[in-house]
């Protein structure tokens, strides 16, 4: 059975930092390209970060500079570091791993920057 849970979700004020972690099970971890995304409501889910299979990352505009993805493979986990945060920040976040023969999502964990 495959499973991906995140943590680290939870109140903030602007300009502080908050890690996120996602552990995964029942998936070849190493395979996959490894991804945060947020959603608020009323709006698409849009990328955050994405760490490729081979180390890569990716950034979405909104967080590049401010956002860190890192994958361990060892340990089946992929982490977002998350600093100077702003109230638009606030969303669902949801850690998905992504393969040419299909993918999965965590069930998304809340974050709230407000002061």
């Known amino acids: 059975q495959v499973q991906l849970r995140e943590s680290g979700g939870g109140s903030v004020q602007p300009g502080e930092s908050r890690r996120l972690s996602c552990t995964t099970s029942?998936?070849?971890?190493?395979?996959?390209?490894m991804g945060w995304y947020r959603q608020t409501r009323g709006k698409q889910r849009e990328l955050v970060a994405l760490v490729t299979a081979d180390g890569m990352p990716n950034y979405g505009d909104s967080v590049a500079g401010r956002f860190s993805i890192a994958r361990d493979d060892a340990k089946n986990t992929v982490a977002l570091e998350m600093n100077s945060l702003k109230p638009e920040d606030t969303a669902f976040y949801y850690c998905?791993?992504?393969?040419?023969?299909?993918?999965?999502w965590g069930q998304g964990i809340q974050v709230v920057v407000s002061s």
């Open positions: 029942g998936i070849d971890f190493s395979i996959y390209d």
């Open positions: 998905n791993a992504a393969h040419y023969t299909g993918g999965y």
